[in-house]
């Protein structure tokens, strides 16, 4: 069975701080799919990044930086010099190349960013 | 803007009404993707659509059905509502099935049954 873990059900930054949101997956296959969403208190759900199973390189995207581990089955998500506008849930979640194909979420993780 | 339109973005209901949730993918997106979001469940998936057909069912009620159309919207039927059907109803799309492309979720349907 697929699952997703995410520990920190709350974290509070001051603003310009750095904060590293932590995903744990599980999963048998050896091909899959790593996402993270955000969803800003307007409650939409924003597509952040995709990363496959055989993809380990580090992504960096201005702020925003994501480390792939398999040794750990681990997909963590950076955010440098947070600002307030960061304040959100994100959501790390996983698909298969096979089967129902759905996203499995994990529970989110609520980002609040101090001015 | 993802491009994947949800109407209505706002609804009311009583216990024991039936309510018809819309989505419209992405131009060019044939999978569309229905997920409910509750405080207890979390986002759990519902049910999966492509090109008209039905592709898988996750944890969808019975009182629950969908149906995706020539024109690739598609309708999320919830009948018999109770006050735990109360949840964020998001649809989202991709080019093609599963995870080996984006999914673009819309702005969701609040429903609230009363």
């Known amino acids: 069975a697929q699952k997703v873990t995410q520990a920190q059900t709350e974290i509070s930054v001051v603003e310009k701080e750095d904060v590293t949101l932590d995903c744990v997956y599980e999963?048998?296959?050896?091909?899959?799919?790593l996402f993270w969403y955000k969803q800003p208190p307007s409650g939409e759900l924003v597509f952040l990044i995709r990363?496959?199973?055989?993809?380990?390189q580090n992504e960096i995207s201005g702020r925003y930086s994501w480390n792939f581990q398999k040794s750990t089955s681990s997909f963590n998500f950076t955010i440098t010099a947070s600002q307030v506008v960061d304040s959100a849930v994100y959501f790390c979640?996983?698909?298969?190349?096979?089967?129902?194909?759905?996203?499995?979420f994990g529970t989110g993780t609520r980002l609040t960013v101090i001015p | 803007d993802s491009g994947v339109t949800q109407t209505p973005k706002h609804l009311i209901t009583a216990t024991g009404q039936r309510v018809t949730l819309r989505c419209s993918p992405r131009?060019?997106?044939?999978?569309v993707y229905w997920y409910q979001q509750s405080l207890d469940q979390g986002l759990q998936f519902l049910i999966h659509?492509?090109?008209?057909?039905?592709?898988a069912k996750g944890n969808i009620l019975e009182r629950f059905s969908a149906q995706q159309f020539p024109d690739l919207h598609s309708e999320l039927n919830l009948s018999s509502l109770e006050l735990g059907d109360s949840a964020l109803y998001f649809c989202?799309?991709?080019?093609?099935?599963?995870?080996?492309?984006?999914?673009?979720f819309g702005q969701g349907t609040r429903l609230t049954v009363v």
């Open positions: 999963t048998r296959d050896t091909t899959y799919y």
């Open positions: 659509y492509y090109n008209g057909e039905e592709r």
């Open positions: 989202a799309s991709s080019v093609d099935v599963g995870g080996l492309t984006e999914a673009f």
């Open positions: 979640a996983l698909t298969l190349q096979t089967g129902a194909n759905n996203l499995f």
């Open positions: 131009s060019g997106d044939l999978s």
């Open positions: 990363r496959n199973s055989f993809d380990e």
